[in-house]
Structures are given as C-alpha cells and as structure tokens.
C-alpha cells in the first residue's frame, strides 16, 4: 500500500520480547546484593510489579532497611529471563565457599526501589565526609590505635556502620557512646582484615580488572608462595601482592591446574626412552607439557612433548645399560684390530720388518752393524758421519764476508799479515 510504513526488524523482535514479557507472572522470590559487604541474599517477594536483574530493590534486612540490587530469581516463570533453579543457587554456593559464603533468607523484598528512594541514598551518603572527618578527630582525641575504613549508612536510618582495622583488641565505648550522642542512632562497630579493607575501598588491579574481591569473590582464602612457585611466577613480593598488600587472590585460580599436569609430569633425573634414544629428564614446563631430555648419545639436550616418551623402570634401564656396554666393548676390540700389523698378501714382496731369520729374529735387527765396545767393555754408539755444510749455506756464507779482494780492488790492496 503506498504511503505505509513497514516495521523493521529489530522493531518485530522487540514486540515480540514485550508480549513474551506481559506473559509472565511476578517472580515469588529474589536473590539480590546489598550492603558495602556485597552480602547475598535470597528473599520472598509479593509485589505486581517484574524486576530484572540489575533492578534496585528496597529489602527488609537483619540490619534494617536499605537498598539492593537484584541478581536472579528461583522461580520458572518470573520476570527475569536468566532465572535459575533453587538447586542451582545452592550448588554455585556450594563450590563457591560452602558455610563461608555470605548467604541469607532472612528478610524480604518490600518494592521495587522509586526515585525517591535513589535520591534519599544519594543524600544520606553526601554526608559521609563530615561523619569520616568527625570520627577521626575523635580518634586522634581518644588516642585509640584503630583505623577508620569506611561508613555505612541504611536508608531506614536505623544504623550507622563504621568499618575499621586495628592490630589489637581496641576499648571504643567511649567513642561510641560520643558518636550515638552526636547521630541519635544505632552506632555498629565492625572490624575487618586486609582482604575487606580493598573490597571496601579498592578499585582497579594491576591487570586492569576491577579487584575479584570487590567484583564477585565472597570468600577470601589465603594464599600460600607454593603457589607462585609451581606457576614459576616472579617471586618478587611487589609483583604478585594485591591492593591489600597480600599475595593475589588470582593466584589460585589456576593452582588445581596447574597442580593436576605437573602430576602428569616425570621428575628430574629420570630415566625416559624418547624417538631419538633414552635419555635422563633434566627440566620441564607445565602448561606446554614439554621435557627436556639429555640424550645419552648426544651432546646438547632435546625437547619432547610429553606423549612422544615413556618413562623407564630399572629394569628396563639396566638392559639398556648392559647393551650399551656391550656395543663399546664391540667398538673397543674393532678399533684393537684395526691397530694389529696386516698379514702380507701372498705374492707380495716383504718388508724389511716382515722378514725373520733363521733364529727367529727380524732381517732389521739382523743387518745392523754390532755395537763396538770402549776399552771399559762398555757399548758405544756408532758415531754419525759429518756431513759438511750444504751448497745453500756456502752460498750464504759468501754473500756475509762479501767479494774477495786483490791489488785492482777500489779500496787498495789488502794488508800484509803480521
């Protein structure tokens, strides 16, 4: 029809998600995320309207009123298109900490959260740097060795949660008693370690990430330098600490990787049968599964992948062995045989070492001239006849004393002898 408009199809799809939306029914029950602490909770709920995830929420908490932020639902048909299962929530929280993970049913889900209660957190939290710049006048005042992290404030305004550090056990009811007074609240007092202080206060890491401990990790365990060194990561403290001054929690992402193929691998000094012979493993590299092998008949050491060897008993190493020995011993007595005198060919004129005399002994011996003895009876050498010196040296000898000299000479006649 002229003149009509043909929806696109981006426009079709989005009719279709509405309808697909109008369908279905307000979730029962919610997980959601709230508090500084990134607490987690599964709370019922009994609204019309259908959050999805990312949706803020206003939960009815152990703690009081505040404001959260929807992750899933547990129920089939609810308003959230990545539901889950029940029986899914448990097993990721079972794999994630088991009892250590930060998990509640304890609440409920009042509303989904209006611009009202956005702009009343946003007011409550701008006062945040007057109540840190008090408290801390307080401290220096009190002289308490604490550290003052960060303050919570509830929507409800039934509490006011301070989080700090220290390395002892610190008596602050004086300084809560001086802050009830001064806010006409509940005061809460809660210590934290290293790991809560950059969950709290850190941002970015050192791969551009946002901290694991502020974005999705809940248990924080501790990390031990076994697992730097399996990975062959730098062992310096400055490379491989957090924000939190601790050995990164990534580290043990891959420790059970890790852990599993370096099982995989043979020790060093072990003996292998590789493609090109056995050989005694001296190094090797986890993530590639390669292993360096020092061959025994060759000089420099030969990379194998870790399918391409078979590791040998002793066994098997002693055959080898032995069979190594006797190949030498073979190459010995061939290489002895090579250095006895050949037997002549018949036909073929002898040499003066090869004749013998009548009594046994070589023709050499035979035709050499008897040694004659001293006057003592002692033998004496036969003396080399001199030879002169050779033409080339008369020659040069010549050319030194120069031409010979008579009357005619330039320079006069020679002088008379004395």
Same mark, same amino acid.
Request: proline content about 7%; charged content about 35%.
């Given at each position: 029809?002229?003149?009509?408009?043909?929806?696109?199809?981006?426009?079709?799809?989005?009719?279709?998600?509405?309808?697909?939306?109008?369908?279905?029914?307000?979730?029962?029950?919610? !997980?959601? +995320?709230?508090?500084?602490?990134?607490?987690? &909770? =599964?709370?019922?709920?009994?609204?019309? #309207?259908?959050? $999805? @995830? *990312?949706?803020?929420? !206003?939960? +009815?908490?152990?703690?009081?009123?505040?404001? &959260? =932020?929807?992750?899933?639902?547990?129920? #089939?048909?609810? $308003? @959230? *298109?990545?539901?889950?299962?029940?029986?899914?929530?448990?097993?990721?929280?079972?794999?994630?900490?088991?009892?250590?993970?930060?998990?509640?049913?304890?609440?409920?889900?009042?509303?989904?959260?209006?611009?009202?209660?956005?702009?009343?957190?946003?007011?409550?939290?701008?006062?945040?740097?007057?109540?840190?710049?008090?408290?801390?006048?307080?401290?220096?005042?009190?002289?308490?060795?604490?550290?003052?992290?960060?303050?919570?404030?509830?929507?409800?305004?039934?509490?006011?949660?301070?989080?700090?550090?220290?390395?002892?056990?610190?008596?602050?009811?004086?300084?809560?008693?001086?802050?009830?007074?001064?806010?006409?609240?509940?005061?809460?007092?809660?210590?934290?370690?290293?790991?809560?202080?950059?969950?709290?206060?850190?941002?970015?890491?050192?791969?551009?990430?946002?901290?694991?401990?502020?974005?999705?990790?809940?248990?924080?365990?501790?990390?031990?330098?076994?697992?730097?060194?399996?990975?062959?990561?730098?062992?310096?403290?400055?490379?491989?600490?957090?924000?939190?001054?601790?050995?990164?929690?990534?580290?043990?992402?891959?420790?059970?990787?890790?852990?599993?193929?370096?099982?995989?691998?043979?020790?060093?000094?072990?003996?292998?049968?590789?493609?090109?012979?056995?050989?005694?493993?001296?190094?090797?590299?986890?993530?590639?599964?390669?292993?360096?092998?020092?061959?025994?008949?060759?000089?420099?050491?030969?990379?194998?992948?870790?399918?391409?060897?078979?590791?040998?008993?002793?066994?098997?190493?002693?055959?080898?062995?032995?069979?190594?020995?006797?190949?030498?011993?073979?190459?010995?007595?061939?290489?002895?045989?090579?250095?006895?005198?050949?037997?002549?060919?018949?036909?073929?004129?002898?040499?003066?070492?090869?004749?013998?005399?009548?009594?046994?002994?070589?023709?050499?011996?035979?035709?050499?001239?008897?040694?004659?003895?001293?006057?003592?009876?002692?033998?004496?050498?036969?003396?080399?006849?001199?030879?002169?010196?050779?033409?080339?040296?008369?020659?040069?000898?010549?050319?030194?004393?120069?031409?010979?000299?008579?009357?005619?000479?330039?320079?006069?006649?020679?002088?008379?002898?004395?």
């Amino acid at each position: 029809m002229p003149g009509s408009i043909m929806p696109l199809p981006v426009m079709l799809e989005e009719e279709q998600d509405r309808q697909a939306y109008e369908q279905l029914e307000p979730p029962k029950s919610i !997980v959601c +995320r709230y508090g500084y602490m990134r607490m987690i &909770a =599964e709370l019922p709920y009994s609204g019309d #309207a259908k959050p $999805g @995830c *990312g949706s803020k929420l !206003v939960v +009815r908490s152990p703690r009081g009123m505040e404001l &959260a =932020e929807m992750l899933t639902t547990t129920c #089939a048909n609810a $308003g @959230c *298109g990545k539901s889950v299962t029940r029986k899914q929530m448990l097993q990721y929280i079972e794999n994630s900490g088991g009892k250590d993970y930060p998990f509640a049913t304890q609440g409920r889900v009042l509303r989904v959260a209006t611009i009202e209660d956005i702009n009343e957190q946003a007011r409550l939290d701008a006062r945040k740097p007057d109540m840190i710049r008090f408290t801390k006048a307080i401290l220096r005042e009190l002289d308490l060795p604490m550290r003052l992290i960060e303050i919570e404030l509830l929507l409800g305004g039934e509490r006011i949660i301070f989080h700090y550090t220290a390395d002892q056990w610190v008596d602050f009811r004086a300084l809560v008693k001086r802050l009830a007074s001064e806010y006409q609240t509940r005061i809460e007092m809660h210590q934290v370690n290293a790991r809560d202080e950059a969950r709290l206060v850190a941002d970015y890491e050192k791969c551009g990430q946002h901290c694991c401990c502020r974005q999705f990790l809940k248990v924080l365990k501790p990390v031990s330098m076994r697992s730097a060194k399996v990975q062959k990561a730098t062992l310096d403290p400055t490379k491989i600490s957090g924000r939190c001054g601790r050995l990164m929690c990534c580290l043990r992402y891959e420790d059970q990787t890790y852990s599993e193929l370096k099982k995989r691998l043979p020790h060093k000094q072990t003996r292998v049968m590789t493609e090109d012979g056995p050989g005694t493993v001296i190094n090797s590299q986890i993530l590639t599964q390669l292993i360096l092998v020092k061959l025994d008949d060759a000089i420099k050491p030969l990379a194998f992948p870790l399918e391409n060897i078979e590791k040998l008993t002793k066994q098997q190493d002693d055959e080898l062995q032995a069979k190594r020995e006797e190949a030498a011993a073979e190459r010995e007595a061939r290489a002895n045989r090579r250095r006895e005198p050949r037997r002549p060919h018949p036909g073929a004129p002898l040499k003066d070492q090869e004749v013998e005399s009548k009594e046994g002994a070589p023709a050499a011996s035979v035709n050499q001239e008897p040694s004659s003895r001293s006057a003592g009876g002692k033998a004496v050498e036969p003396r080399e006849e001199t030879r002169g010196p050779s033409k080339r040296k008369r020659k040069r000898r010549r050319k030194r004393r120069g031409p010979k000299r008579d009357g005619n000479s330039p320079s006069g006649p020679d002088k008379p002898a004395d």
